[in-house]
């Protein structure tokens, strides 16, 4: 979208953030290294394998990461185990149940969002910012199409109670050197009545006054811009 990115270039200050005084250039630039440190991220089919069966617990494998002992009633990643047999489980991802069997083949499930559209509207500076949630936590957002992942600044991951040191480190170059962030996958990201589960983000060392809303959300939906509108709609 030509248009938006043009608007992240100016050199206005975002509402809200008098002190840290960011301009719209920075989230360019900070989209364009979030890009190239979590490019991985990019597909939203959860990869779901079962390594193994401790008593009541499923040792599960979520998308090639270290197995982890999970129990009926619990969540890993999105995943929610609803029962462990003698070499399966059935597990639950937004809704959708598949069983996991011993030694089979990962199981394939793509997060599945509730709602049907939403429509954002920019303000003065172009820019389509709101109020959200993430895990149930309240948030604000801006769109931005330039990050892959939903990114979120350390000191909003502490607020929002994210445990994204569980997550897996990443390093991210920036002018001032490399620094570390964090990968993980947020239970749940809702904006409007649009909501998405196993969602990727990043978690930055660095303080950003909002949620970039990054295109592990955004490519779920179907974007048109019109003017001053932005639509999002679930796609068929």
Do not use: C
Not at 20 to 37: P, V
Not at 81 to 89: F, I, K, L, T, Y
Not at 90 to 112: E, K, N
Request: proline share 5%; net charge positive.
């Amino acid at each position: 979208m030509p248009a938006h990115r043009r608007h992240h270039r100016s050199t206005a200050p975002l509402p809200g953030s008098r002190a840290s005084r960011w301009q719209a250039a920075r989230w360019h630039t900070l989209g364009a290294l979030l890009l190239a440190a979590t490019a991985p991220l990019a597909a939203h089919a959860q990869a779901v394998a079962l390594s193994g069966i401790l008593g009541p617990r499923a040792l599960l494998v979520v998308d090639g990461t270290a197995p982890r002992s999970v129990a009926a009633g619990e969540t890993h990643r999105g995943v929610t185990v609803v029962s462990v047999g003698r070499d399966e489980a059935v597990i639950d991802v937004a809704g959708q149940r598949r069983t996991v069997v011993l030694g089979a083949a990962p199981v394939s499930i793509r997060s599945a969002s509730t709602g049907q559209r939403v429509t954002l509207r920019s303000d003065q500076r172009g820019h389509f910012t709101g109020t959200g949630s993430i895990n149930g936590q309240a948030m604000q957002y801006l769109v931005d199409t330039g990050a892959t992942a939903v990114s979120i600044g350390q000191p909003e991951a502490d607020r929002l109670g994210l445990a994204y040191r569980n997550g897996q480190p990443v390093l991210m170059t920036t002018a001032n050197g490399t620094i570390q962030g964090w990968r993980l996958k947020l239970d749940s990201v809702r904006v409007g009545e649009l909501e998405l589960r196993a969602v990727d983000a990043v978690v930055t060392p660095q303080s950003i006054p909002v949620v970039l809303l990054g295109n592990s959300f955004l490519s779920s939906f179907q974007m048109t811009r019109l003017n001053d509108e932005m639509v999002l709609e679930r796609r068929r």
